[in-house]
């Protein structure tokens, strides 16, 4: 089920204004004699097949993200004959038989209307953005950016954040058995890295002071060893603890534990959860008992960093996303894009999550963000949202 979320971006937009320089300037996207009429129908319902949108899509952006949609999206045998094809809030599908196929994603472009609107106070976004563009645009459309940023841009890291804060401020059951008082030595894990500058070390949570009002805050890791050999080098040991409660060499670590810690700086948590590191391994270590208490280390953690696009530590989660098609479509505040909205797939099918115990991680966790292929997702009992901002619920 999809949501419109317009708060969420209305907020977002107006706490960081550079966002909607994101959108690309119009860059002569064209549209075919149908798509025209059809993209000024509140509804944006057209007929259409295949081989027309073969011919049509030589001059028309949209008809050739549709051809191209359909190319991947339709079984084979469902792409022959009369196409219906129309908008469903925010995303455009087709629908064969008793079956709807989602093609694009639709939003309505972050616009000087947009903030004016909001910094007069008013928070129906989707209402005054009709009055105040020329063309009529749907109400029921997410307002977003059609591209991703860079994973390196602070807007990354802002939009992340964005998540968590919504999540503190408005969701009071994501917040439950949150550091609520003597839960310290029932939950927290033995040890946690912390990230100081550039210092990172282990320390003992019983050494760490949380008697303020702040709960202690740390974030947990969950991801896929992958070969074991490999992995072991990274292990926290009783032959490496005195070492590694002094330091721990970022260039020691691999690629996966070094973007968890970056993730970690960004949004301003000194502190993370990785079994490897944090459990002390081998002879006379306890991976007993900490691996018993695991349950609690994830449902304790402020957040869950899942990193749901790799098959082990030396792949990295920070990296450049696939671009996805888009066409925009200036003068009539609208960008349509493959659709990438897909948690099922990417997440709960994806790489990572074929090891059993990450499974368990997601139902433990309060709130996650899931690092995949596509794009980034949040996660929290209020449902999911993605980097699109797209908001969905199970
Ligand atoms: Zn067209
Ligand atoms: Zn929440």
């Given at each position: 089920?999809?949501?419109?979320?317009?708060?969420?971006?209305?907020?977002?937009?107006?706490?960081h204004?550079s966002m909607k320089d994101r959108s690309p300037?119009?860059?002569?996207?064209?549209?075919?004699?149908?798509?025209?009429?059809?993209?000024?129908?509140?509804?944006?319902?057209?007929?259409?097949?295949?081989?027309?949108?073969?011919?049509?899509?030589?001059?028309?952006?949209?008809?050739?993200?549709?051809?191209?949609?359909?190319?991947?999206?339709?079984?084979?045998?469902?792409?022959?004959?009369?196409?219906?094809?129309?908008?469903?809030?925010?995303?455009?599908?087709?629908?064969?038989?008793?079956?709807?196929?989602?093609?694009?994603?639709?939003?309505?472009?972050?616009?000087?209307?947009?903030?004016?609107?909001?910094?007069?106070?008013?928070?129906?976004?989707?209402?005054?953005?009709?009055?105040?563009?020329?063309?009529?645009?749907?109400?029921?459309?997410?307002?977003?950016v059609p591209s991703l940023c860079k994973i390196d841009d602070p807007e990354y890291s802002q939009l992340l954040?964005?998540?968590?804060?919504?999540?503190?401020?408005?969701?009071?059951?994501?917040?439950?058995?949150?550091?609520?008082?003597?839960?310290?030595?029932?939950?927290?894990?033995?040890?946690?890295?912390?990230?100081?500058?550039?210092?990172?070390?282990?320390?003992?949570?019983?050494?760490?002071?949380?008697?303020?009002?702040?709960?202690?805050?740390?974030?947990?890791?969950?991801?896929?060893?992958?070969?074991?050999?490999?992995?072991?080098?990274?292990?926290?040991?009783?032959?490496?603890?005195?070492?590694?409660?002094?330091?721990?060499?970022?260039?020691?670590?691999?690629?996966?534990?070094?973007d968890?810690?970056t993730i970690?700086?960004n949004?301003?948590?000194?502190?993370?959860?990785?079994?490897?590191?944090?459990?002390?391994?081998?002879?006379?270590?306890?991976?007993?008992?900490?691996?018993?208490?695991?349950?609690?280390?994830?449902?304790?953690?402020?957040?869950?960093?899942?990193?749901?696009?790799?098959?082990?530590?030396?792949?990295r989660f920070l990296v450049k996303r696939p671009q996805h098609?888009s066409?925009?479509?200036?003068?009539?505040?609208?960008?349509?894009?493959?659709?990438i909205?897909?948690?099922?797939?990417?997440?709960?099918?994806?790489?990572?999550?074929?090891?059993?115990?990450?499974?368990?991680?997601?139902?433990?966790?309060?709130?996650?963000?899931?690092f995949?292929e596509k794009q980034t997702?949040?996660?929290?009992?209020?449902?999911?949202?993605?980097e699109t901002?797209?908001?969905?619920?199970?």
């Amino acid at each position: 089920m999809f949501h419109l979320d317009n708060e969420f971006i209305t907020d977002l937009l107006n706490a960081h204004p550079s966002m909607k320089d994101r959108s690309p300037d119009s860059i002569g996207m064209t549209l075919c004699q149908i798509c025209s009429h059809a993209i000024h129908q509140p509804l944006l319902d057209l007929t259409t097949s295949a081989d027309e949108l073969h011919k049509t899509s030589v001059q028309c952006d949209l008809c050739r993200l549709l051809l191209k949609a359909i190319g991947e999206r339709l079984p084979k045998e469902m792409r022959t004959g009369p196409l219906r094809i129309r908008r469903k809030a925010s995303k455009i599908i087709v629908q064969r038989g008793p079956h709807s196929y989602r093609l694009l994603t639709i939003r309505k472009i972050p616009g000087k209307e947009a903030l004016d609107v909001h910094i007069i106070g008013l928070r129906r976004l989707t209402f005054e953005w009709t009055e105040t563009t020329q063309c009529k645009t749907p109400n029921d459309v997410q307002v977003g950016v059609p591209s991703l940023c860079k994973i390196d841009d602070p807007e990354y890291s802002q939009l992340l954040l964005a998540w968590l804060r919504d999540c503190d401020a408005k969701h009071t059951e994501c917040r439950k058995n949150f550091g609520s008082s003597g839960t310290k030595a029932r939950q927290y894990p033995a040890r946690l890295i912390a990230i100081e500058e550039s210092l990172i070390r282990l320390v003992d949570t019983k050494d760490i002071d949380d008697s303020g009002t702040e709960p202690l805050k740390y974030l947990a890791l969950s991801y896929t060893w992958g070969d074991k050999a490999v992995h072991k080098r990274y292990f926290t040991t009783t032959d490496t603890y005195e070492q590694h409660c002094t330091t721990i060499p970022k260039a020691s670590l691999p690629k996966l534990f070094v973007d968890a810690l970056t993730i970690t700086q960004n949004l301003g948590i000194k502190y993370l959860w990785i079994d490897a590191l944090c459990i002390k391994q081998g002879k006379g270590g306890d991976w007993e008992t900490e691996a018993e208490r695991m349950h609690a280390t994830f449902s304790a953690a402020y957040c869950v960093l899942a990193a749901s696009r790799c098959a082990g530590t030396n792949d990295r989660f920070l990296v450049k996303r696939p671009q996805h098609p888009s066409a925009l479509f200036r003068d009539h505040g609208l960008a349509f894009s493959e659709d990438i909205d897909d948690f099922q797939l990417e997440v709960i099918e994806g790489t990572m999550n074929r090891r059993g115990w990450v499974l368990q991680e997601r139902a433990l966790a309060r709130r996650t963000i899931y690092f995949a292929e596509k794009q980034t997702y949040w996660e929290c009992g209020q449902g999911i949202r993605c980097e699109t901002l797209t908001k969905m619920t199970k």
